[in-house]
């Protein structure tokens, strides 16, 4: 039956048979070309596995240089101990304060410098990464698709070797060619992912070193004004969320979990603040503040109270309270009792 079909659609065999010799070579070639082509599909997998592999390497090196700039505080906190125990007397410390606010007026320069360029850098590079990584996903269910055709096209080219038809030979060919162009954009796709991830490492060790820093120091004082000294400094995650703190009298970062209620509401507090001053500099904003020291003790509610007083030369701060009576010695505060607020607006509208 196939003998019939094939001299139907060329009759001139009849006459002149086809060498099936060269038909047989011609299928060997094409054969070969599928498997060149499956071996550099694989090496282009291959090569993407690579790229992971750096991109964790990367990783690690920030946390290695996070490590490096933990070490640099808590150095500086031993300076600044040794610092307070020198028995200067007030004019000393006066004079000691007017260097410090020369070099308060440098680093609120830095700070300015480092928010523009924090402002530069765009859009949040998490969202690139997510975008990222769906893309190398994809990259690879293409190239197992590739593979799953080019098994397909070996079982094609066999059936074509036995049965040796014309018309079947130039459908693989065609197959091969489209799989040529599938090849082509893949490793088109590859490249633009790769270039996006570097963009996305670079981005992201710029976006640390403007930020991170300046957040560490400014929550590591308010908390040790807080706490009086009893942590050196707060942990934080690559999104800088706290983790931990370091007790003055041990080596070991403990877990927030491990603190108390009050300690956990400082903790929170210093990064909170911390966070607005990195991220408005002298820009009057609005803190807002919920009920945010309900187990704070009394003596560290006062030092609370001073730093919300010198908070709010720089914000509007709004605290929401079910206990009005611990903020009653705040200078220059506002009450407003919503209760009553409530009621009388609903009095009005009746």
């Known amino acids: 039956m196939i003998a019939d079909e094939s001299l139907a659609s060329n009759p001139e065999w ?3 048979p086809p060498d099936a010799t060269t038909m ?3 299928v060997d070639e094409a054969r070969a070309t599928i498997l060149r082509e499956l071996r550099l599909a694989e ?3 291959e090569t993407a596995g690579d790229a992971l592999d750096e991109t964790r390497q990367a990783r690690d090196d920030v946390q290695s240089e996070l490590k490096l700039i933990e070490q640099q505080i808590a150095d500086i906190d031993q300076q600044l101990k040794a610092a307070q125990a020198d028995g200067k007397d007030v004019a000393q410390r006066e004079a000691q304060l007017d260097e410090a606010a020369l070099a308060w007026r440098g680093e609120k320069a830095l700070l300015e410098k480092r928010t523009a360029e924090l402002a530069n850098l765009g859009d949040d590079p998490h969202g690139a990464f997510e975008t990222l990584q769906g893309q190398r996903n994809s990259l690879l269910d293409q190239a197992t698709t590739a593979n799953e055709n080019l098994i397909r096209a070996e079982t094609q080219l066999q059936s074509i070797i036995n049965e040796a038809p014309y018309s079947a030979l130039a459908e693989v060919e065609e197959q091969i060619e489209r799989l040529e162009q599938d090849i082509a954009r893949e490793q088109l796709s590859y490249n633009a992912i790769r270039l996006l991830h570097n963009t996305f490492v670079e981005q992201t060790r710029q976006a640390h070193e403007a930020v991170i820093e300046p957040v560490q120091q400014r929550a590591n004082r308010t908390l040790q004004r807080i706490a009086g000294g009893t942590f050196q400094h707060i942990a ?5 969320l706290p983790t931990g703190v370091q007790p003055l009298v041990a080596d070991d970062v403990i877990a927030l979990d491990y603190l108390s209620g009050g300690e956990q509401e400082q903790v929170h507090f210093a990064v909170r603040l911390a966070l607005a001053d990195v991220a408005f500099g002298d820009q009057r904003q609005l803190l807002v503040l919920d009920d945010a020291f309900t187990a704070t ?3 560290r509610l006062a030092r609370v109270i001073k730093i919300l007083e010198e908070t709010a030369e720089r914000f509007q701060v709004l605290l ?5 009576e611990r903020y009653r010695h705040l200078k220059n505060v506002q009450f407003f009792d919503l209760t009553q607020l409530t009621a009388a607006n609903a009095g009005e509208a009746t």
Do not use: I, M, Y
């Open 14 to 16: 009849k006459e002149t």
């Open 24 to 26: 047989v070579h011609e």
């Open 43 to 45: 090496g282009r997998q």
């Open 236 to 240: 934080f995650d690559e999104s800088l």
């Open 297 to 299: 003790d009394t003596a």
């Open 320 to 324: 929401l309270s079910c206990h009005p």
